[in-house]
Every structure is written in structure tokens, then in C-alpha cells.
């Protein structure tokens, strides 16, 4: 298990554009995925993106391909969420997560370390 740190949230216009990032402390970054969830009031927690330990694969949701990208940097200990054209359905608590399983990607049981979150609000 790791530390995982999110940061960047805030609230954003429709059609805007922002960046989350998750920090990691464990030694041993490089030997897991993860993954980006988002949970809005009332609704179930959704996998919105995945990345491999190497960075050789990634996976989004269906409701983000297309405008969310997300990045890993093995050397900084850092996994990067840029979000592009937000839209108010994106609003939600963001918590990255760490974890050694493959498939699925989004599997809950995949994942043994979770942030405390960042929350996005996409509102005009």
C-alpha cells in the first residue's frame, strides 16, 4: 500500500479545461496502475481512467473518451488527469487509486490504496 495525494480540483465552467494530479509515496510506483474514480451524490462510484505501471495502456470510461486524458510519470511518482470540454454530468469527488491487478481495469478489487479525493464542480 502508498500514500496517494490528489490536487487540482475546483470548479470550472462548461466547456472548460483541468488538470488533477495524484501523488504517490511508495518506493515501489513503478509496479502499479492506477486508476482514476469519480462519485457524484447519489450515484454510484465510476471508473473514468487507467493507466498501466508502464504507461503502455490506458482505458477510460465511456462517458469521458475523448476529452479525458491521463498520463504517469514513474520517475516523479505522479499520475496526471487532464480534463478537457467538462461538462456538468463530470461533476464529483475524484480519488486516484493504486493497486497490481490488470483486468478489469476498473475492478474495485484491483486496488489496495485510495486518496482522500479532490472534488471538481463543473458549473456556469
Known amino acids: 500500500q502508498m500514500d496517494l495525494v490528489e490536487s487540482g480540483g475546483g470548479l470550472v465552467q462548461p466547456g472548460g479545461s483541468m488538470r488533477l494530479s495524484c501523488a504517490a509515496s511508495a518506493f515501489t510506483f513503478d509496479y502499479y496502475a492506477i486508476a482514476w474514480f469519480r462519485q457524484a451524490p447519489g450515484k454510484e462510484r465510476e471508473g473514468v481512467a487507467w493507466?498501466?505501471?508502464?504507461?503502455?495502456?490506458?482505458d477510460y470510461g465511456d462517458s469521458v473518451k475523448g476529452r479525458f486524458t491521463i498520463t504517469k510519470d514513474n520517475a516523479d511518482k505522479t499520475v496526471t488527469l487532464q480534463m478537457d470540454d467538462l461538462k456538468p454530468e463530470d461533476t464529483g469527488t475524484y480519488c486516484c487509486?493504486?493497486?497490481?491487478?490488470?483486468?478489469?481495469?476498473?475492478?474495485?478489487?484491483?486496488?489496495?490504496?485510495w486518496g482522500q479525493g479532490t472534488q471538481v464542480t463543473v458549473s456556469s
Open positions: 487509486a493504486a493497486g497490481l491487478g490488470y483486468m478489469p481495469h476498473f475492478s474495485l478489487r484491483n486496488f489496495d490504496s
Open positions: 493507466i498501466h505501471r508502464a504507461a503502455l495502456e490506458t
